[in-house]
């Protein structure tokens, strides 16, 4: 189902992702010796008819990210995701080439990608925990890769048949010559976004 939300709402979430991709930032300016900012985090609540859309790519072009279990009180599937144009920035930043396409996507772009999202996802999700308390744990996530739209439906398939609802979060990347976007993607068992509300007294 599309999840509604107020600007109360819209604003702890927001905030949620200061926090945790803020972190991020960091963790990975540290670890690459590049200097990395943020664009502050768009909060995307969006539905099946607005799905297609939320890479700001056609269907048919590419994404690359992680793909996540996540355990404990706030349980569901995480995802954090790159367009591939915004990809290929990324690795252009880090190892000075990009590959044509997904056939040439070697291991060391994988683990590249991985490194990154997983610095994303992991932590996303602590600055949650940090705020709420609850206990988190991610399984080892996995690399995919595939058309956007491919990619999107197989991770979100249940919000997109209204059986659950889907969390977004769009956000800038920038060094001093570049910028790329990336993609955190939720989607709760049901009721834990009501509960992670409930939490936060909102």
């Known amino acids: 189902m599309a999840l ?101 996507l070697n291991e060391l772009y994988q683990s590249v990608v991985n490194e990154v999202s997983n610095i994303m996802l992991g932590n996303y999700l602590r600055a949650i925990s940090q705020m709420t308390g609850f206990t988190l744990q991610m399984e080892p996530p996995v690399f995919a890769a595939d058309m956007a739209m491919a990619l999107l439906s197989s991770i979100v398939v249940e919000a997109l048949y209204e059986q659950r609802e889907l969390l977004a979060v769009e956000t800038a990347f920038k060094t001093a010559e570049h910028e790329f976007r990336g993609y955190f993607l939720y989607l709760p068992e049901t009721g834990n976004l009501e509960k992670l509300f409930s939490v936060l007294g909102i």
């Open 4 to 104: 509604t939300l107020n600007d109360l709402r819209t604003d702890a979430l927001r905030e949620i992702g200061n926090i945790g991709l803020g972190g991020a930032v960091t963790a990975l300016s540290d670890l690459t010796g590049v200097l990395f900012t943020l664009e502050a985090p768009q909060v995307l609540p969006i539905d099946a008819s607005t799905l297609p859309s939320l890479c700001c790519v056609a269907p048919e072009s590419l994404a690359v990210g992680t793909v996540s279990r996540v355990n404990g009180d706030w349980a569901g599937e995480a995802a954090f995701l790159f367009p591939w144009e915004s990809a290929c920035v990324l690795w252009q930043i880090l190892v000075q080439m990009s590959p044509s396409g997904l056939d040439a």
